[in-house]
């Protein structure tokens, strides 16, 4: 029981310092300036039935990032813990990895 009380301890002081400082990001930062990014090959994983980043983000930002893969995995949420996301996760690491050898 220490591992989970510790582990659901940390995962909340996070989520209250992003609460408390509004985010790291100021509303619509990345899809303002993914520019800077554009030319970057990059892989966007998201979990079907995420309740805390809503797939129309990640969608919004597939749109201004052309040169990103998209995949939204089924029956998964945020946590990249699921197997599922954990093996999307491989996969588009190693497909990176392909892309720039």
């Known amino acids: 029981h220490f591992f989970f009380f510790f582990t659901a301890k940390s995962v909340?002081?996070?989520?209250?310092?992003?609460?408390?400082?509004?985010?790291?990001?100021?509303?619509h930062?990345?899809?303002?300036?993914v520019s800077s990014i554009a030319h970057l090959p990059g892989s966007i994983i998201h979990g079907r039935y995420d309740m805390?980043?809503?797939?129309?983000?990640?969608f919004?930002?597939?749109k201004v990032w052309s040169n990103a893969d998209f995949?939204?995995?089924?029956?998964?949420?945020?946590a990249a813990s699921e197997s599922l996301i954990q093996q999307a996760l491989v996969e588009a690491t190693d497909a990176l990895l392909e892309k720039l050898a």
């Open 12 to 27: 909340a002081r996070i989520e209250a310092h992003y609460c408390i400082h509004d985010g790291f990001f100021c509303d």
């Open 29 to 33: 930062q990345l899809l303002y300036f």
């Open 52 to 58: 805390i980043c809503p797939l129309e983000q990640a």
């Open 60 to 62: 919004a930002l597939h």
């Open 71 to 78: 995949k939204v995995i089924p029956a998964c949420g945020h």
